[in-house]
């Protein structure tokens, strides 16, 4: 059995890392022949797998943000520049509360101090979210996102969720094979009608190799693969 783990963009299962990475490319490309068209993100991580900096960029490839992280006591923050048309309009500082390795609490505030954001997230035992609690001045603590995470055999199959009214907004479907280091989300709504569905490809480090997004018709609407570097 696999252990799964979650995350924003992806859900799949977990790779025993046989290389450090020290840093990660991504490129939007061609659906047709894979030539790179614009870089998506550029990430560096220290020897310790820890992300330093990260740089992303907008659909036609112009810079978009930066940021640079720093760690203290187990915890992390990060210094987010906002760029549009090149021109700085933003500054935000992300602080993070890790808990074994999972991230359980983000507080965003911008240059001022004001806090814009403040989120607490919760694990199942196999390291999957099952609710993030969005606190504001307003609401206290009543925005929330809960996910049921359904397993079979140990690795993650199904993860519905729920907004706050208890309504189910989405499902993802895990499909993978193993043997050919691959697996798909499947993202519907209850009803079973498909949103999207992306494909990945895993290098056997665990690192994914190639990312593909099919609209409900099965036609690919975007790819991308990613490049690394490793320490010696």
Request: hydrophobic share 30%; with cysteine.
């Amino acid at each position: 059995m696999l252990p799964f783990v979650g995350c924003e963009n992806a859900l799949g299962p977990q790779y025993a890392e046989t290389l450090q990475v020290k840093s990660e490319t991504k490129w939007r490309v061609s659906t047709l022949d894979d030539h790179k068209i614009s870089k998506v993100s550029f990430k560096t991580f220290n020897s310790k797998g820890d992300i330093i900096s990260k740089i992303e960029y907008n659909q036609n490839g112009i810079l978009q943000s930066t940021s640079e992280f720093s760690y203290l006591n187990g915890n992390s923050s990060e210094k987010e520049v906002r760029f549009s048309n090149g021109d700085t309009i933003g500054l935000l500082i992300h602080q993070y509360e890790m808990k074994n390795g999972k991230i359980v609490s983000k507080k965003t505030t911008n240059k001022a101090g004001d806090v814009l954001d403040n989120e607490q997230l919760m694990y199942d035992l196999n390291g999957n979210v099952t609710e993030i609690v969005k606190c504001d001045g307003t609401n206290g603590c009543d925005d929330r996102i809960k996910f049921d995470n359904q397993y079979v055999n140990g690795n993650l199959t199904i993860r519905y969720t729920f907004e706050s009214d208890g309504s189910i907004t989405q499902k993802d479907s895990i499909v993978y094979n193993v043997s050919n280091n691959y697996f798909e989300k499947i993202t519907s709504d209850n009803n079973g009608n498909i949103f999207f569905i992306t494909g990945y490809s895993i290098h056997n480090d665990g690192r994914i190799e190639s990312e593909v997004i099919k609209n409900n018709n099965g036609s690919v609407v975007e790819k991308f693969i990613y490049e690394y570097t490793y320490f010696e």
